[in-house]
């Protein structure tokens, strides 16, 4: 994100990840404070397999971060936290961010590099 605004690109990858039930779940779940995967895959009700994938999509959008620790009884345990971020969204914000996208606007189609 640049002092003006996210790119185009970071834009859509951001509200990407914001764009399912389960992940606005997620995020206001590590609000409070960061949770392993099993202890957070029942606090939400979900499998752990269905929790990892949209933890991965959360943490490449840069809205969550994770750490490997070993529990008492030497176990890998992977802890889950939320990242903070505040995304503006309005029409300047939009229109500031549009020229960056990556992906050609119908009919520039070759015109980019």
């Given at each position: 994100?640049?002092?003006?605004?996210?790119?185009?690109?970071?834009?859509?990858?951001?509200?990407?990840?914001?764009?399912?039930?389960?992940?606005?779940?997620?995020?206001?779940?590590?609000?409070?404070?960061?949770?392993?995967?099993?202890?957070l895959a029942r606090e939400l009700g979900?499998?752990?397999a269905l929790l990892q994938l949209h933890?991965?999509?959360?943490?490449?959008?840069?809205?969550?971060?994770?750490?490997?620790?070993?529990?008492?009884?030497?176990?890998?345990?992977?802890?889950?936290?939320?990242?903070?971020?505040?995304?503006?969204?309005?029409?300047?914000?939009?229109?500031?961010?549009?020229p960056t996208l990556s992906t050609p606007?119908?009919?520039?189609?070759?015109?980019?590099?």
């Amino acid at each position: 994100m640049t002092a003006t605004g996210p790119s185009g690109d970071e834009l859509l990858r951001l509200l990407g990840a914001l764009a399912n039930p389960h992940r606005l779940r997620i995020v206001a779940a590590l609000r409070a404070e960061r949770a392993y995967v099993s202890q957070l895959a029942r606090e939400l009700g979900i499998s752990r397999a269905l929790l990892q994938l949209h933890l991965r999509k959360l943490e490449a959008a840069g809205l969550v971060s994770a750490a490997l620790e070993l529990s008492e009884d030497g176990k890998a345990m992977k802890f889950y936290e939320v990242q903070p971020f505040l995304v503006q969204l309005s029409p300047d914000t939009i229109a500031a961010a549009a020229p960056t996208l990556s992906t050609p606007a119908p009919g520039e189609e070759g015109e980019r590099s």
